[in-house]
Structures are given as C-alpha cells and as structure tokens.
C-alpha cells in the first residue's frame, strides 16, 4: 500500500500533463547540451538534453541513439549551438537533425581522450619510468633496498599469463600484416574483437595495469627499514616490532611477522645476529619514513601528473616532470601533450591546425590514432577551443537525476523521473 505522500505527489504529477520536453513552444534553445545518464547502469542508457543558457534540464530522451536525437531535434527547430562529447551517435544525430547548428566538443573529454592517449603512449615505456622513478626515490633519501624472494604462486601465474598475452600481442600483428581481417583475428586466437583491436593500437606490448583502487597497509612506510635491519642480521622480529611502534607504527605483530616471513624462507647469507639481544650496535635512529600511501609509478600516474596544471605542482612532483621530460622515450609523447594542454585551456585555436600535424607525423602511434580521429571530428573540436560553451553543467544535472533516482530507489520509469526532474 502506498504512503500519503506519494499518492499525493503521483496524482500532481499525474494532473499536471506535463510532457517530457518543457519548453517545446519555445522557437530557440541557445546553447544546448547533450549527455547520456544511466536508467539502468550497464544496461540501459538515455540522453539529457539541457538549455545552457537558462541552466535547467528540456527533456529526458529515452535511449542514446541518433535516430532518437536526429527526431526530437527535428521537432524543435531553431537551435544554434549543441554542445556534446565525443560520442560518434551524437555526432550523427545532430548532423543530421540540426544541420546548420553548430556542434561544440567538450573541452573536457578533449583532455580525457588526452589522457587516455598518454597512457597509451607510456604503456610500452615501463624500463623508462622505472628508472625516474629510481632517481626520484634516490634523490629524496629513500633507500628501497632489494632483497630477492621465492615466487609465490600468484606472481608464476601472473608471468605465465603475461606470456600468453606477450604471444597473443605478437600473433595479432603478425597475422594483420599478413592482411587477415579482426573478426578473422579474434577467432583464430580465441580471444574478443575488442582484445585485438587494443593489441593492434599499440606499437609495443601493453603492460598489465592496476587498478586505480589500490590498498595500502599501516607497514608501508617501515617495510624499507625492516629489511635494511633484516639484512644487517637482525632478525628477531618481536624486537623489530617494538622499534618501529616507537615511530609511529600503530598495527599488530602479526603483520610485522607476516612481512618478515618471506625473508626467513630465503637462503641469502646474512650477517650473524648478536650473541645478546641486548646487544644493538649501531642501530640508531629509524630512517626517514617514506609518504604513507605513495603507489608506484605507472602509465596511469604519468599521465595524470602531465594533465595537472603547473602552479598545483609541489617541488617533488616538479622535479619528477623533469625527469620525465629528460627521458628521450617519452620527451615527445610529453611535448604533444603540453601543447594540447596550452591550446585547449588557453583557448588558442589558431594554433590546432599545427599541432594536429605535429601529432600526425610523430612516431607515437597512439597520438597518430587521436589527432586522426580530432581530424574526422574537426569542426566540432575547434569550437570546443574558441568558444566558452561547456558540457560542465550538463555533468551537474546529470548528478542530480542520480540524487532523484536514489529517491525513488531505481524503480521509477521515465515518465515519472522526467516530470520530476524537469519540474523541481
């Protein structure tokens, strides 16, 4: 049986005949911005259509198709500008539903597809980027001292399957230059279309990625001075444990002796620990603990870092960017990026033109692939540098029907969404 209250607000709803579009009868909508929401996540998506200008919501579209836009912009003639992200559907709907409407690219997806060509770029440079980060480390004080381990399971199976897809990367470009098709592809190794078109993107092999959700523990930043202390003979791990909760450390024993259980499992030769454990000599004060949650330096982290703006920048993160531009490997995927940065933030759309040719006859593939597809949607892209039409509201609105449908606990349908959205 329903509440009161949400009789009350279905029968007003219900009353108020109000259609998915609010503001049919009016001859302009000046700008427009275009985006799709979630009814169903992974599943089923729609479109939100909303009037820049005034900065509310026109109407909810019941799916992200081009026919879908292509009709409703048809029925509401007279808009001049469309703002979008970089969906192809999108593209073909206004173009052929509002064709004398001037179609603006989001500045911000322009810098997400930026980024996502970074870390392309960098996928194949692990040796490079291992190596600054070596220098980075070395340059701050922090001694990471090696100390090699007996393969667990995981990590043989992780190689094996590293190897397989190493054989995998091969085959597919191999049978591509042999003029093979990708569904030809796909099907002889056994592996999906879209697997094959990631492999042939890349000019190197793409290393495995973590996920950006990655869990960090209370002992990372004692780990270094455990095995420097471990490889000095001192291996009585109570005592170790006692010395780092004196520096701060806050977890149990249990995890100090589960970190040093590995090291007594190797053969290394270690100096002979002391007759007495009284006895400490030279041991001192711990070193300096490393940045509590400090992740390792990946594709991703570099690409991130090149994104931000320089005045956010800390001295450390300054001089990481140096040496990253240093490196010859990625000293050109890093200058087309910067000058992507300077021209979509500073708005110098004069300079696009030259930089699309930069781009397109560098040696990075993978910037080869995004100046090609800026190419193909270039009118698009160079309003998004001139003009200040943003999709920022858009992503707002977006935020809100997420709020609305929480509310209703997913089981609203459309209609109802829609009047409750466009309404409030």
Partial sequence: MCSPWFTLLWEHLAQSAVPLTAAADQNTLYPLGVDDFALRRGQHYGTILVDLEIHKPIALLSDRTAETLEAWLKAHP???????????????????????????????????????TLE???????QAIKSVEAAQLQAAGIDLPELPRPKTSCQQRR?????????????????????????????????GK?????????????????????YSSGLDPYKSYLIEQWQQGKRHAKRLFEEIQQHGFTGSYAMVARYL?????SHLPMRPA????????????APKVKRAGQKALSARRVAWLILQRSETLDNEQEQLLEKLTAQPELSEAISLAQGFLELVRERLSEQLDGWLKNATNSSIK???????SLIEDYDAVKAGVTLEVSNGQVEGQNNRLKMLKRQM?????LDLLAKRFILS
């Fill in 78 to 116: 007279g808009i001049e500008i469309l703002s979008r992200d970089r969906s192809k559907a999108y593209k073909r709907g206004m173009t052929a539903g509002a064709p004398e409407a001037i179609q603006v690219a989001d500045r911000f997806h322009l810098l997400q597809n930026l980024e996502e």
């Fill in 159 to 191: 190689e094996e399957k590293r190897t397989q897809r190493l054989e995998n990367y091969n085959q597919a470009h191999a049978l591509r230059k042999q003029g093979y098709k990708i569904e030809d592809i796909a099907h002889h190794l056994g592996m």
């Fill in 261 to 265: 259980q590995p090291l007594r499992q």
């Fill in 120 to 126: 392309k770029a960098f996928q194949g440079k692990a």
């Fill in 366 to 372: 993978a910037f080869q692939t995004f100046a090609k």
């Fill in 194 to 214: 879209r697997t094959v078109y990631t492999y042939l993107s890349h000019e190197s092999f793409p290393e495995w990625q973590s996920p950006n959700r990655k």
């Fill in 274 to 285: 002391p007759e007495s454990l009284n006895e400490l000599p030279g041991r001192g004060p």
């Fill in 409 to 413: 606990f997913g089981r609203a349908g």
